[in-house]
């Protein structure tokens, strides 16, 4: 299934450590996926949160990161969502289309904080920053795959 992800090896090398909890199953997958994505989130928003202090950012910088902080709060507290939606109705995710749909929409709104953050980054940053921006984009492409995995989830999936 990673193969049909955008960043397949990213899927693969994010997952791998996942293999025994996935078991074959494609709902098991989306959540694992669902889940590293949460997890890298939550470690950018914590880059974001330290570099708002960091007084050796040039202004454009410091301005990225300030609008960086509610988006990348946001991002984590919808991803935090959809996995909570999905851990309580694993079992009946796939026939539930409105819980679907609504796990969807918040992976598809992490995504979107995720690149609005990204944006703020306009290139030639300084090593911090570049850091950040490195970090929100690994969060990018894990959201991005973990999106493409729920889309594969259809009737019957297990």
């Known amino acids: 299934m990673c193969a049909k ?3 397949p090896q990213v899927c693969v090398s994010s997952l791998s450590p996942y293999i025994s909890t996935i078991q074959n199953s494609s709902v098991h997958l989306a959540r694992a996926s669902v889940s590293v994505s949460l997890d890298t989130a939550q470690s950018a928003l914590t880059l974001v949160n330290r570099l708002t202090s960091n007084s050796s950012l040039t202004p ?4 990225a990161v300030s609008n960086c902080v509610p988006t990348m709060g ?11 939606t999905m851990v309580n109705t694993e079992k009946k995710l796939a026939g539930d289309w ?5 796990v969807k929409t918040w992976v598809s709104a992490a995504l979107t904080d995720e690149n609005t953050c990204a944006l703020g980054f306009t290139g030639g940053e ?4 570049k ?7 690994d969060a990018m492409q894990r959201t991005s795959n973990a999106l493409a995995l729920l889309a594969m989830i259809g009737p019957g999936s297990t």
């Open 60 to 63: 454009s910088e410091a301005s």
């Open 5 to 7: 992800t955008t960043y």
């Open 131 to 137: 850091v950040l921006k490195k970090k929100v984009n």
């Open 74 to 84: 946001d991002c984590v507290l919808v991803l935090q969502k959809a996995l909570d």
């Open 126 to 129: 300084k090593a911090a920053a």
């Open 98 to 102: 409105m819980q679907m749909d609504n």
